[in-house]
């Protein structure tokens, strides 16, 4: 991707359409919610009984499969992303060669391993916590590596540049350093970073998720309070399973493939600073901002109070699980997949941040009923600073995307277009139309 100066994308111009066809995205949610029918009525691998039952991984497995194949057939058949300039193939260029191949077969073995010593040598993935993790790569590597080879052959021989970070990493680890880019090599290991800390936590909440689904008792859903935690619940379990598939299904082929990963380290450290183990001791020990009186509880003597104010953060969950969910197989933190314009992002640049963000105010505001006027303001400010990170979140989001010309042009129509465009009067929050990105 080559960078581009404002002037060629004026404001006011035509938004870019979606990598992913809302359609393409609705159809992938059906699918989901199909999947999860099937798994709860016929029950195809058997019951939920533990944290180590292989069920639970088969299962999730099942999910993520019937979604993604629904995804990429519409993807492939319908909207044709094969023939995109952005997957790097050129369908008129034929040139195979097994060296090649051979040589990326061993740049994945190389960024496998790359994980894998991280994986043996952190204590944070020894804990039983990862285990149905691990078993679903007992399941998946060995098909997945018996692919690869014929896979990269058959991309290899249609790409006009095949030289990509599996081919230098394979240069790398088979001791040909002269032909290889550094560069390259960086930002092919900073994906499979982002891939293997991501997708063992969201593996494991789809899990986790998905056994607490199938072993819910619907005779309890007799009062809001119950549909308000089914719901809850429900959204973040749909959201955790489309995150785990955008993981695990980045493919050159459906134009899926990761093009680049957040380079810079403020982008990285605002980014894990909002996801385990790094939460845990930032939420508990620097922004612990609730209290012990939950929003249930203070309006648990008015139920209509109650039933409106519970389902403004159901709705407010819902957009921030529509804005995972217009992604279709793209989603994924720390990466650019292709720029996604509709659904949510039609109004605004970062709704998943905004709506989960002011859901955040909504469930914890009691904590203004908790204590005298110094308390309450020492909760608002830990808050917002959890809102100043997820700010950041979005700017180095932006900087980093600013290298594709369809971001710029999508950015500059939203600042004149945007539900929000009122907030390019403030510094912090002005698009800066085009951003070198670091190198």
């Known amino acids: 991707m080559t960078g581009m100066s404002a002037a060629a994308h004026p404001p006011g111009g035509v938004r870019p359409v979606s990598a992913t066809h809302p359609g393409v995205a609705l159809a992938g949610l059906v699918a989901f919610l199909l999947a999860v029918l099937v798994l709860r009525v016929d029950r195809p691998f058997g019951n939920v009984t533990g944290t180590g039952d292989n069920s639970v991984v088969h299962s999730a497995l099942f999910l993520i499969g019937v979604t993604a194949i629904t995804i990429f057939l519409l993807d492939l058949f319908w909207q044709r992303v094969h023939l995109r300039a952005s997957t790097g193939l050129d369908f008129a260029s034929d040139d195979p060669s097994w060296q090649r191949s051979l040589t990326k077969l061993a740049g994945l073995i190389g960024s496998l391993g790359f994980v894998a010593l991280l994986y043996w040598l952190l204590p944070e993935y020894h804990g039983a916590f990862y285990d149905r993790y691990y078993q679903m790569l007992r399941l998946v590597l060995p098909p997945w590596l018996l692919l690869a080879l014929p896979y990269f052959f ?28 550094r560069r390259v090599v ?69 134009d899926t493939h990761f093009r680049s990963a957040e380079p810079t380290m403020l982008g990285w450290t605002v980014a894990l600073a909002c996801y385990e183990p790094f939460w845990s001791l930032i939420g508990r020990q620097y922004l612990a901002y609730g209290s012990d009186l939950k929003w249930g509880g203070w309006l648990w003597n008015t139920p209509l109070l109650y039933g409106i104010w519970g389902s403004l953060i159901l709705v407010l969950t819902a957009i921030y699980v529509w804005a995972t969910v217009v992604f279709g197989a793209r989603f994924s933190n720390l990466t650019h997949r292709g720029i996604i314009t509709s659904g949510p992002y039609r109004w605004t640049k970062h709704p998943a941040y905004v709506a989960k963000n002011l859901s955040w105010w909504m469930i914890s505001i009691p904590f203004m009923a908790s204590g005298g006027p110094a308390e309450a303001l020492r909760h608002c400010l830990l808050l917002l600073g959890l809102n100043l990170i997820y700010v950041m979140r979005a700017k180095t989001e932006e900087w980093h995307l600013s290298c594709d010309p369809d971001y710029v042009a999508y950015a500059l129509w939203m600042q004149t277009h945007g539900m929000f465009r009122f907030v390019r009067y403030l510094p912090l929050m002005k698009y800066l139309a085009y951003r070198e990105p670091a190198r």
């Open 186 to 254: 960086g930002q092919h290991l900073l994906g499979w970073l982002i891939k293997g800390f991501f997708l063992p936590l969201m593996f494991t909440y789809l899990c986790n998720d998905l056994a607490k689904f199938l072993a819910y008792d619907f005779a309890q859903l007799t009062s809001f309070k119950f549909w308000f935690d089914f719901l809850h619940d429900s959204l973040y379990f749909i959201d955790v399973g489309l995150v785990s598939m955008g993981y695990l299904m980045s493919l050159r082929i459906t």
């Open 154 to 181: 058959w991309t290899d021989k249609h790409m006009p540049q095949p030289r990509d970070g599996y081919w230098h990493l394979g240069k790398l680890v088979s001791f040909h350093w002269a032909a290889v880019d």
